[in-house]
């Protein structure tokens, strides 16, 4: 009896044996499997400028630092290889950082904001490091604290500012990184407004629908877009 015992119970552990060896096999063959649909994801250098146009008015009159705001992407975005990862009607979604009411002697409101995040029209989403730039790609740099740099700029800080057509904003730069009260030179070569008046200043408002860029702080790495979000993004 004790023989047969021992035979079934050597039986029984080759059994948990050869089944732990094949749980191990089919275990392996889906990590194999998990590796190969990786999806891979392609690179938007520094210095990309995201065209992208305002989904709804703000103005310096009524924002408050911390309000967040939305845009829609207008041209899709491609990585260095050329794959778009970016498509039309994407959001970038923006934050106020910094509100200057308008004020008496003509001094216009200003509103400063940097980008945080991009979302896809599939569902997928990607934090940024943006910053408020003119549409006119390769005149302007900007550095992680949105400080801008041109051939006749110097280093300034560009915010929305008033003075646009019926009280709208128009991008301008502040002197000493957006510290300084002076304004500097307006980008679009719209200036020449700011005078000691002693009526009120325009507000800064920036319009639905007003278009403008982002700078890409630093560099970002998506997969290619397609219309269903990838299961591996």
Known sequence: MKRIFNAKTIVGLLAIMLIAGVGDSLAQRRKSAAKKRVVPVYRVDTGTIIRVRMNRTISSKTARIGDTFTTSVTEPVYSTNGVVVIPVGSTVTGRVDMVTPAAKKGKPGKIDAH????????????????????????????????????????????????????????????IGGGKGAAIGAILGGAGGFLGERLTKGPEAEVKSGTEFGIYLNQSISMPRFTETRPANP
């Open 115 to 174: 980008f945080t995040s991009v979302r896809l029209p599939n569902g997928g989403s990607r934090a940024i490091n943006g910053s408020l730039t003119d549409l006119e790609s390769g005149k302007t740099t900007s550095d992680d604290e949105g400080t801008a740099s041109g051939k006749k700029m110097g280093k300034r800080k560009l915010v929305f500012i008033g003075g646009g057509t019926a009280g709208g904003a128009i991008l301008g730069a502040a």
